[in-house]
């Protein structure tokens, strides 16, 4: 086990002047799991492919431990990897395609047999061992995978994308599964995936990547109740916060017919207008004044239900103008028990201290 560092890691591709990822700079302790996370071409998977070797680091370095293996091959930096598509060798056994890599390592049968053993008890595979992937589904194939990595004893594993093989419900067990294993053998661990679920979920931090530059890096928590800025926020949750560029008025922000009160030293430097989001959560259904919301659409969920709508009310742009753009979408959560009528307008305001307000300029947050 090991500590990784990413130093100012930078992937330029040829052909293309704008850096894939972007001087990287992450810690990542001993034992730790780390989620990368991000769109498509964000940089995530060749943020990975840079510390497994597959791809050159173009500046800057990367550690394993105390080691500096930025120029070294994939052979000699102790990791094992996990891919998306399984890569089991077709012709070979569960035993054969889990000590495959030690036979080439010139490790003793016994030992062999005794590490695959060890590693099918973990991964309930002990009744798979003499089959071929063909016979297994899919959510077997991936443990397979899983145990080849955990056969070498490597100092990281690395897992790009393992379970968008999956249908949903065993990638939600097969998550649990994941993120439980490495708890118990304490490997340092990193993960990437598209789905911000699962980065939640399973990792003890989340580094969200947007167009090769990591955005923030923290715990789940952290990152849902303080997003750095306007991309994690609307990243980060699901359903996704609701952003909205509202005018700056005295005493606060102007939301729909009423004004949220906000400290006048966060709009010190705020101009006409901010972005305010609030999660459809933390949203209340008003009887006085609010955001007029009218309801499209509303998924009763037994205790909560979700509505989807969109408001009129005037918004502005950065300038503090009106906007005239079309309504915006808008999502709520509510007593799934007395939820309101599909074509009903209502109001709805924030519960206090649960707002977000970002720059509307920079997309960076403002105040706590």
Known sequence: MATVTFDEATRIYPGNPVPSVDKLNIDIADGEFLVLVG???????????????????????????????????????????VFQNYALYPHMTVADNMGFALKIASVSKDEI?????????????????????????????????????????????????????????????????????????GVTTVYVTHDQVEAMTMGDRVAVLKDGLLQQCDSPRSMYDRPKNVFVAGFIGSPAMNLLQLAVTDGGVKFGDAVIAVPRDDL?????????????????IADGP?????????????????????????????EGDADLALAKPFIARVDGRRPPEKGSV???????????????????????
Do not use: W
């Open 113 to 185: 047999q005794k590490r695959v053993k060890e590693a099918a008890k973990i991964l309930d595979l002990e009744p798979y061992l003499e089959r071929k992937p063909k016979a297994l589904s899919g959510g077997q194939r991936q443990r397979v995978a899983m145990g080849r990595a955990i056969v070498r004893s490597p100092q990281v594993f690395l897992m790009d994308e393992p379970l968008s093989n999956l249908d949903a419900k065993l990638r939600v067990q097969t998550r649990t599964q994941i993120a439980s294993l490495q708890r118990r053998l």
């Open 39 to 81: 769109p498509s071409g964000c940089g995530k998977s060749t943020s990975l492919r840079m510390l497994a070797g597959l791809e050159e680091v173009n500046g800057g370095r990367i550690l394993i431990g105390d080691r500096d293996v930025t120029n070294l091959s994939p052979k000699d930096r102790d990791v094992a990897m």
């Open 268 to 284: 010190s430097n705020a101009g006409k207008s901010i972005t305010v989001g609030v999660r459809p959560e933390d949203l209340r």
């Open 290 to 318: 609010g955001l007029p919301v009218t309801v499209d659409v509303v998924e009763e969920l037994g205790a909560d239900a979700y509505i989807y709508g969109s408001t009129q009310a005037q918004l502005v742009d950065s």
């Open 346 to 368: 209502i109001n709805l305001v924030p519960q206090e201290g649960h707002i977000h307000m970002f720059n509307t300029e920079t997309g960076e947050r403002i105040g706590a």
